[in-house]
């Protein structure tokens, strides 16, 4: 039970543009699975913003519940704007976690807080968008997470063909 397992929640989200950012940023940081509840991202969708086809190797499953059944030891971490929650910045991400997410046009389910094992805020002026909320708690999970991968070898393995830049003058330890 020590391998991490990110999971991502999605309360009916209606937007398949955001549902496809959603499945880029579960690619490009590690996430498992993403679920979600609902018939109308169904109805539209496309994956149309899923441009590397995460899809494909990170399954995207209408459920009936999003709590139901989770991996053993998965914890329920609710991100939306409740007085009370815990701030991104302040928070510690648990090993195995449920990221769950609200809809673009409303809120999460009081059953859905009251289950959670902690509900968290993004500290901003208003209401992010769906798709930046998942990437930013993605994010802030990977920046404190010690073992997180990086250097020039994940950049060269990260970008795309397009990309050939380099940075010349200084060597790296001295930028």
């Not at 995460?54 to 519940?65: G, K, L």
């Not at 139901?68 to 329920?76: N, R, S, V, Y």
Request: proline residues 7%.
């Amino acid at each position: 039970m020590n391998d991490p397992q990110v999971l991502i929640g999605l309360s009916n989200p209606k937007s398949p543009t955001n549902v496809g950012a959603i499945l880029r940023a579960a690619g490009c940081f590690n996430a498992n699975a993403v679920r979600y509840t609902g018939t109308r991202h169904d109805r539209a969708a496309q994956f149309n913003t899923d441009t590397q086809k995460v899809n494909q190797r990170i399954p995207a499953t209408r459920v009936e519940s999003l709590l139901e059944p989770l991996p053993a030891g998965t914890q329920i971490v609710c991100i939306e704007l409740v007085e009370g929650a815990v701030a991104l910045p302040e928070f510690v991400h648990p090993q195995r976690a449920l990221y769950v997410f609200g809809p673009e046009d409303g809120t999460l389910e009081q059953a859905l807080i009251d289950r959670a094992d902690a509900v968290v805020y993004i500290p901003t002026q208003g209401c992010l968008n769906l798709a930046a909320t998942v990437n930013l708690v993605l994010y802030d999970r990977l920046c404190k997470d010690p073992q997180y991968a990086r250097g020039d070898e994940l950049i060269r393995r990260s970008r795309d063909t397009n990309n050939n830049v380099r940075i010349r003058g200084k060597p790296a330890s001295q930028r």
